[in-house]
């Protein structure tokens, strides 16, 4: 029995040193990140992100198949829509609807350098403004430095797909003969305009559902980092 003390004085004192480890582990893991690891975990963050978002919104029908991004006709030129459409130009319509989302579909996938541009150049004033803001932070803060470039990048895209459909070679002189009709709200004969903006919309709108996830959900942090980051204090 006596030999049996020694085996249980180090088996309890073992016992002891690991409960003591897993206590200041978790105490360390409860403490505010770091700088480093709150710059990193943001970029990381942005990055998964994006990469999500761009492959929803850029995959065939991204746009077309998504009610919550989906490009209609121009809103303000409904009337001229449901004038087609009585003139038996239905189909027409509708495929101008979907060439207009396919060229969205199609430009969004151009966004991921300018957006990895966007990263590289943030300030830690930027890291912990995002870290500590709004649900949509990220999303609102990429919107901001963003906007002028990917507009740029878009519109060739866009007007290329424009080309494709017929409709295209009607939507002046609708849009214009429309315009002279009395206190109707003008529509903007330029189509790429409308599509380049809803575009862009549609894509910030993905961008923030993934963000938000990321900040809500613990199954969204697919790292150590982001669950760092994210769930500290949660």
Request: proline share 6%; net charge negative.
């Amino acid at each position: 029995m006596r030999k049996l003390f020694p085996f249980l004085f180090i088996l309890i004192i073992s016992s002891s040193c690991d409960a003591l480890m897993q206590i200041a582990q978790e105490g360390q893991s409860m403490s505010e990140p770091s700088e480093s690891e709150i710059g990193a975990g943001i970029k990381e963050a942005l990055r998964v992100g994006i990469s999500n978002a761009i492959n929803r919104s850029s995959q065939e029908n991204g746009f077309y198949g998504n009610p919550l991004i989906r490009i209609p006709f121009p809103p303000e030129a409904e009337r001229a829509a449901s004038t087609l459409r009585d003139l038996g130009m239905g189909k027409v319509v509708d495929d101008f609807i979907e060439t207009l989302n396919h060229g969205a579909e199609k430009a969004s996938a151009k966004a991921s350098p300018i957006f990895a541009e966007a990263i590289t150049s943030m300030s830690l004033k930027d890291v912990y403004g995002i870290w500590r803001g709004e649900q949509d932070a990220a999303t609102q803060y990429l919107k901001l430095k963003t906007n002028d470039q990917l507009k740029a990048a878009f519109r060739p895209v866009i007007e290329q797909s424009l080309k494709e459909v017929e409709i295209t070679k009607y939507w002046g002189p609708i849009a214009n003969n429309y315009n002279r009709i009395p206190f109707v709200t003008p529509v903007n004969p330029d189509l790429s305009d409308y599509v380049m903006q809803a575009t862009l919309d549609g894509l910030f709108t993905l961008l923030a559902q993934e963000e938000a996830k990321i900040r809500e959900e613990p199954a969204a942090r697919v790292s150590a980092l982001l669950k760092r980051v994210f769930g500290w204090d949660s």
